[in-house]
């Protein structure tokens, strides 16, 4: 049993960051990819129905072209499956709301319709960990088709477009394969390559206070890595690069031990081996071999390899089938939180008489997050971003109207900044995606200025509100019970008999309990309705589990 801990103590436990919420990053190692992609999905079909002048039809092309923003980080194979699948579930949604726009007139009807596809998206997003940019594509583009004139008989004439937009998406999605095949599978083994090189510097230059988040860091970077080359099908490939992926976890691991005997300055020797390595797979270079280890380090790698052979693919499929089912399982509960943010933003912008409550839908859904901190910072993030994002946009309108290709072009452009600018930071990104949205609009005709802005604050404002309140009257209050779970899982692989660490399997299931215990404290650590945290028990657990990957598995 667990008692909750009284209310004012839950509002000194959780913050509500400003500064790290506004805090810029480095730019994105990937940025560019989904960047092209849209860009190039985009203007196929905008400059097409340009040529046959049907810009009228833009919505409906472009529901299924954004999907080239998904799966960047699969493998190529992988990659075909996922996208097929978000094609299919933004085609489906999309005409769910085109039917709900065709069948009534009642907005509050529409809202509701729109709000509820906003939860189904979150769940699918979460359960499936698509990634980026998850739900809030999937709702913007689906709460937009709600809201346009609609007949019926001509819905299967627009979801028809929609399907072929996303035809377009999946092919600019394979095409860089065709390329380079293994690109995906070399950037996932360079991150890991690059956590075990910051973690060699941070035991080098003995930054007690930081190893535990590098540590951590690292476990999930290089989990990341294995389920990637697990869901390759080269295998010729997949040989060179799990050599190296195993090379990096041997660092790992000595950087993790309680006294490496390894001295510093061949850490921080090691750590430039690693980078330079990881600069090599990411610039497409033929495939580095690690150079000699010591015959403990050697034998245990091999062991390390024979086991990913003689194990291959069951670990993977058995921990994404186990994570998939926990998710969906309570799916339902986000369903609930964020159709209900979502409704009741939209219903409050109806009410307040703004011609567009289904922005207020998108930012409520965008606002949602994992715990109450991290809803907090995404709607002051989408509140910064969005006010920036209208200035943008009146500065724009001049261009934008100088004709339809000027818009497309503008639209576009703005596209492919989002793509750079929101791997720094949300708000960042939201600046730029704000004259899209609005932009989008004018396709179907040009509207005031003035209008458009006015819509577009009142309803971010109003989203975003309702989306957070959502969050603090809907708590997650199964957060605590997760890290129990997790704890007892974590501390269950920890003590098999050393035998069973031998097995490829089981090590990946113990890096992986890591990854998600710590995973699962953060969020409920961010969620102001939950019993306190066990914090003691919780650092003595993946203390131990990351000495026990430390171990040669020989």
Request: glycine share 6%.
């Amino acid at each position: 049993m667990t008692s909750a801990i009284p209310f004012d103590q839950h509002l000194r436990r959780v913050r509500m960051p400003v500064r790290s919420a506004l805090r810029l990053r480095p730019l994105g190692d990937i940025w560019h990819k989904p960047a092209l992609s849209s860009v190039a999905a985009l203007a196929l079909v905008l400059f097409a129905l340009l040529a046959i002048g049907r810009l009228d039809l833009v919505l409906y092309a472009a529901t299924g072209a954004m999907c080239a923003l998904y799966g960047h980080g699969l493998p190529y194979a992988a990659r075909a499956k996922a996208l097929a699948w978000t094609v299919l579930g933004m085609v489906s949604s999309v005409g769910v709301a085109l039917v709900a726009a065709a069948l009534t007139d009642s907005i509050a009807i529409r809202v509701a319709v729109a709000a509820l596809l906003a939860g189904l998206h979150k769940a699918a997003c979460d359960a499936t960990r698509i990634g980026p940019p998850a739900n809030v594509v999937l709702t913007f583009m689906t709460a937009s088709a709600a809201f346009v004139p609609q007949r019926l008989s001509d819905v299967p004439a627009h979801v028809g477009i929609a399907l072929l937009g996303g035809a377009v998406a999946w092919a600019v999605g394979m095409a860089p394969g065709l390329v380079r095949p293994d690109g995906p599978e070399r950037i996932a083994v360079a991150r890991a390559l690059e956590s075990a090189a910051r973690l060699l510097r941070a035991r080098a230059d003995d930054q007690d206070d930081d190893l535990h988040q590098v540590r951590n860091a690292a476990a999930a970077t290089v989990n990341a890595a294995w389920q990637t080359l697990l869901h390759s099908p080269a295998a010729d490939r997949r040989q060179g690069l799990r050599r190296l992926l195993v090379r990096a976890e041997s660092a790992a691991a000595r950087a993790s031990a309680d006294s490496p005997t390894t001295p510093a300055r061949a850490l921080a020797a090691d750590a430039d081996v690693l980078l330079s390595h990881a600069h090599e797979l990411r610039r497409g270079r033929p495939l580095p071999e690690p150079s000699a280890a010591d015959p403990r380090t050697a034998a245990a790698e091999q062991a390390e390899l024979a086991g990913v052979a003689s194990e291959e693919g069951v670990p993977a499929q058995g921990t994404a089938f186990r994570r998939f089912l926990m998710d969906m399982a309570r799916g339902w509960r986000v369903v609930m939180r964020v159709s209900a943010g979502a409704g009741v933003a939209g219903w409050a912008s109806m009410a307040l008489g703004v011609g567009r409550p289904y922005w207020a839908v998108v930012t409520a859904a965008a606002v949602f997050a994992a715990s109450t901190t991290l809803s907090w910072s995404r709607a002051l993030q989408r509140v910064v971003g969005n006010l920036l994002g209208v200035a943008l946009f009146t500065l724009l309108a001049p261009v934008t109207r100088l004709g339809a290709l000027a818009l497309i072009v503008t639209v576009l452009a703005m596209q492919f900044v989002t793509e750079a600018a929101i791997t720094r930071n949300y708000w960042l990104g939201s600046v730029f995606v704000t004259p899209i949205a609005i932009s989008m609009t004018e396709f179907a005709g040009v509207q005031p200025v003035s209008v458009l802005v006015a819509d577009r604050w009142v309803d971010t404002c109003v989203g975003a509100v309702a989306g957070l309140l959502a969050c603090v009257l809907l708590p997650d209050r199964r957060a605590a019970q997760r890290v129990r779970d997790g704890l007892d899982r974590l501390e269950r692989a920890v003590a098999e008999p050393p035998s069973a660490m031998q097995k490829r399997a089981a090590r990946d299931r113990l890096r992986a309990d890591l990854v998600e215990l710590r995973e699962a404290a953060d969020l409920a650590a961010g969620e102001w309705w939950s019993a306190a945290l066990p914090q003691e028990r919780i650092a003595a657990a993946e203390r131990a589990g990351h000495h026990r990957l430390a171990e040669p598995a020989t």
